[in-house]
């Protein structure tokens, strides 16, 4: 078959290809900042060893493709989202056939690479039994090192009795993890394996504003572009939280003269939803909490009469302050109570599409991310902080996710926070960080009527 292939590789890219291919080498971890071109080369050297295989070994189509080489990532849903649809995009169309089924890519219906994620148990049993010649991990830093020592057992594979030379391909962005020592710092010259630093600027064929994207993205975090931008393993000790210590000791010391036409006004809240949970209320002006209450479970009528006593006490001059709530969970039932009372209510849905989907993989991370920004420039006036605020404030890490920020799940932040404690109160923080955007700056609208006078007094008793 003669097939249609255009590729241009830069410099750096030929350079990996070339250092993988040497008889003395094993393994190569291709990485070290965004945009250099990792998984358009991983995906390019797969398919072409698969060609190369099929030449060496005058191997013919059969209905039984043997399989060479697993490919995969940490999550079988992000290889299929963005190393596989990198795949259909490099490959010509003819020259494969995926079967999503039984996770298979055949090559000329002659051989086949094996895809998955180390996620998924099925997919690392195979190990056991499989025998391969290749495997190709795209994003390896999110792999574990046990997980790769599995891929790397089953690297044994025969064609006509004859042993194939076994590789493997990582590439990476730079992470504090194993792959530091094993390949980035380790004196190499005497093993098998090789670490290519791969840099945006040696990828001619991205945006001409991609530095720049870059700058504007980790201005607030020069250790970071460090990274990211220049390559650095090193600049990451320890810097996978999303606000530092010291930026919340710096917010603390600010205090901001605004106008009272121009000061934002906002009640938030995040409800709780399972039993150590905690219900937080805060009422701010501004970036500043002025006023606060939190407490466990309740229904959503008490809660709702709560919020709406926090309202109805910061009401200036008829004008009630806008709420936000989080939407998730019990929050729709407690929007609902407020609407109805004729409160206005801004329901933020953590979950969904952030506002700049190619920076943040949800809403939730641009949330966190951009409060992080804030408190680093100093944009913040924190004068309320408790310890337990403070501590959740300061717990939660980001990482990369299909090229994405992302924060890591409440649960797991739950875990390190110990001792049965939820990240609520930094939660609502963050939330109340980003919902003031949506209060008028000259108070807030007005209500029609007094939405106060419109709640049951079943509902004040309660509010007290």
């Known amino acids: 078959m003669q097939l249609d292939i255009d590729w241009k590789f830069h410099p750096q890219q030929w350079l990996a290809l070339k ?43 059969t209905k039984y493709p043997t399989a060479i080489g697993f490919m995969g990532r ?22 494969y056939v995926i079967n999503e089924q039984k996770k298979e890519i055949v090559v000329l219906g002659t051989l086949k690479w094996v895809f998955g994620g180390f996620d998924d148990r099925g997919d690392v049993e195979k190990f056991n039994s499989a025998e391969y010649a290749f495997g190709f991990i795209d994003q390896a830093e999110e792999v574990g ?64 504003d991609y ?35 010291s930026w919340l000791e710096k917010a603390k010391l600010n205090h901001f003269h605004i106008p009272p036409n121009e000061t934002r006004r906002l009640v938030v809240a995040d409800i709780a939803r399972f039993g150590d949970d905690e219900t937080i209320i805060y009422y701010q002006e501004n970036t500043k909490v002025i006023d606060h209450q939190e407490y466990g479970q309740k229904g959503a009528d008490y809660t709702a009469g709560q919020i709406a006593a926090m309202a109805n006490k910061y009401k200036k001059d008829g004008i009630v302050p806008l709420i936000a709530l989080d939407a998730d969970g019990l929050g729709g039932p407690v929007a609902d109570f407020l609407a109805s009372w004729g409160f206005e209510v801004k329901q933020i849905q953590s979950a969904s599409k952030s506002n700049e ?17 804030k408190y680093a420039n100093a944009d913040i006036e924190e004068d309320f902080v408790d310890d337990e605020l403070a501590r959740q404030l300061t717990v939660p890490k980001w990482f990369w996710r299909n090229g994405r920020i992302l924060v890591e ?30 209060a008028s700056p000259i108070g807030m609208r007005r209500q029609k009527g007094d939405a106060w006078d419109n709640v049951p007094d079943s509902v004040t008793a309660m509010a007290g």
Request: proline share 5%.
């Open 19 to 61: 250092t993988l291919a040497g008889d003395g080498v094993d393994e190569l971890l291709y990485g070290g900042a965004k945009g250099g071109g990792k998984t358009v080369m991983g995906v390019r050297w797969a398919f072409s060893t698969a060609l190369e295989v099929i030449k060496k070994y005058k191997l013919k189509p």
């Open 74 to 95: 940490k999550r079988g849903s992000d290889f299929r989202t963005t190393t596989l649809e990198t795949w259909k995009r490099e490959v010509p169309a003819d020259a």
């Open 145 to 208: 090192e046990d997980e790769i020592g599995m891929l790397r057992g089953s690297l044994r594979l025969k064609i006509k009795g004859k042993a194939v030379p076994h590789k493997l391909l990582l590439t990476a962005n730079p992470a504090q993890c194993w792959l530091k020592r094993e390949f980035v710092k380790q004196g190499l010259e005497k093993t098998r394996r090789r670490f290519i630093q791969a840099l945006p600027g040696d990828n001619p064929y991205l945006p001409p």
């Open 211 to 245: 530095d720049s994207q870059l700058d504007v993205s980790f201005s607030h975090r020069p250790e970071l572009l460090q990274a990211y931008k220049y390559g650095s393993w090193d600049a990451l000790e320890a810097d996978d939280v999303i606000i530092k210590d």
């Open 357 to 373: 989907p190619d920076r943040f993989y949800n809403l939730r991370a641009e949330m966190w991310w951009t409060a992080g920004e």
């Open 409 to 438: 799940a409440k649960a797991d932040i739950k875990k390190r926070l110990g001792r049965g404690r939820s990240p609520d109160r930094a939660d609502t923080r963050i939330m109340g960080l980003y919902a003031i955007r949506f």
